[in-house]
């Protein structure tokens, strides 16, 4: 199974900006699909958005489309989450996973692997 790798988390003030990298190791990242997923404290873990394994497919959650970009690069086995607009909404520990079999994006049980997450924190 891959190994993933979260960073790039921080504090920002609302309408403020952060990228997000997710670096897989341990087998080639293009092979799998990459989900961002987010947990608050007292939520349950929300499907942020998704990108398929040759970068062709997204998704996005209805709360962040037109804010959060997803992308991927191969060549450095990386997937980035650009966020930009960000709310006091946002606020939450962010994790990638990985999948080489999707059905719902946004179900955590379609994933196998996970990272340790990076904590996003939007306030004024």
């Known amino acids: 199974q891959p190994h993933l790798v979260e960073s790039g988390g921080g504090s920002v003030q609302p309408g403020g900006s952060l990228r997000l990298s997710c670096v897989v190791s341990?087998?080639?990242?293009?092979?799998?699909?990459i989900g961002w997923f987010r947990q608050a404290p007292g939520k349950e873990r929300e499907g942020v958005s998704y990108?398929?394994?040759?970068?062709?497919?997204?998704h996005y959650a209805d709360s962040v489309k037109g804010r959060f970009t997803i992308s991927r690069d191969n060549a450095k086995n990386t997937v980035y989450l650009q966020m930009n607009s960000l709310k006091p909404e946002d606020t939450a520990t962010y994790y990638c996973?990985?999948?080489?079999?999707?059905?719902?994006?946004?179900?955590?049980?379609?994933?196998?692997?996970w990272g340790q997450g990076t904590q996003v924190t939007v306030s004024s």
């Open positions: 341990g087998f080639p990242s293009d092979y799998y699909g």
């Open positions: 990108i398929s394994s040759n970068g062709h497919s997204t």
């Open positions: 996973t990985a999948t080489s079999l999707i059905s719902n994006w946004k179900d955590p049980r379609d994933y196998y692997s």
